[in-house]
């Protein structure tokens, strides 16, 4: 029950990942994007991770979300919804694209399959404060710190690009 489970919220997981690519609305990708963030958290609780399943739906799913709609309203994307114009190139080589990618997955999906060995089962402290903590700070801090700059930087452009359209 617990695989068919799974397999479900992989389903949803890859499909809201489609939709927040493939979808022109950008509310509708902003959705499909929370719905995904969500799904993962879903993962982290069936591979017993509570607290880093929290973390996921408080930090990713709630603030930066709610980020991201305040630089999608700030922006106005609606003259951007119209399909744009040309793009010959595109409608030659999109076919063949698309069948390469198709023959891909098949590939992967019905290949050859590599016998990788089995990973460790996690230890007793896998999701818990401590180890979080304790990560995020000593091997994982440049990686913390960085992506906190990128999202202010993130910011400041998206203020500063929707200055320029309101002058």
């Not at 979300?65 to 305040?70: E, G, P, S």
């Not at 399959?113 to 999701?127: N, S, T, W």
């Amino acid at each position: 029950m617990e695989n068919l489970f799974g397999l479900a919220i992989a389903f949803v997981a890859i499909f809201s990942g489609l939709m927040v690519v493939l979808h022109r609305n950008p509310m509708v990708n902003l959705v499909s994007l929370i719905i995904n963030l969500a799904s993962a958290a879903i993962f982290f609780l069936l591979l017993g991770g509570q607290f880093i399943a929290a973390i996921q739906v408080i930090v990713y799913a709630g603030a930066i979300m709610v980020l991201f709609v305040f630089v999608i309203m700030l922006l106005n994307l609606r003259r951007e919804l119209d399909p744009p114009k040309g793009g010959r190139i595109q409608k030659i080589l999109y076919l063949p694209a698309a069948l390469a990618l198709a023959a891909g997955l098949v590939y992967a999906a019905l290949g050859p399959r590599i016998a990788l060995p089995a990973p460790p089962p996690p230890g007793p402290d896998f999701g818990s404060v401590e180890r979080v903590g304790e990560l995020l700070f000593t091997d994982h801090l440049f990686a913390f710190e960085f992506v906190s700059l990128l999202l202010v930087v993130a910011m400041v452009g998206a203020v500063v690009l929707a200055k320029r359209r309101l002058d």
